[in-house]
Nanobody, 121 residues
């Protein structure tokens, strides 16, 4: 069974950088056609896609966040990382990693439990 586990600081000060880790077990982040996303959900709002790592090594970003977001991966550790700079209060959210593994790849097959990130002033 595929499991995704997010980890990172629960509290980040305004203007600082957030670094989150998604550790994957049960499958490889390089499995053909797999797609590993970061998604966040602010309180009382809809989920927002942040970006993703594609199995082939490409990265994709939400245009509205791209200027301050970076996604990376470590194949040996089977881990995907998220870094977001210049955090503000509106970045307070639960951050999830999620995976698309099976055709037609139009929905997420697995989710992590999420990690709460609160931006303090």
């Amino acid at each position: 069974q595929v499991q995704l586990q997010e980890s990172g600081p629960g509290l980040v000060k305004s203007s600082q950088t957030l670094s989150l880790t998604c550790t994957v077990s049960g499958d490889s982040i390089t499995t053909t056609n797999s797609y590993w996303s970061w998604i966040r959900q602010p309180p009382g709002k809809a989920p927002e896609w942040i970006g993703a790592s594609h199995y082939a090594g490409n990265y994709y970003y939400n245009p509205s966040l791209q200027s301050r977001t970076s996604i990376a991966r470590d194949n040996a550790k089977n881990t995907v990382y998220l870094q977001m700079n210049s955090l503000q209060s509106e970045d307070t959210a639960v951050y999830f990693c999620a995976a698309k593994l099976f055709p037609p790849f139009d929905s997420y097959d697995y989710w992590g439990q999420g990690t709460q990130v609160t931006v303090s002033s």
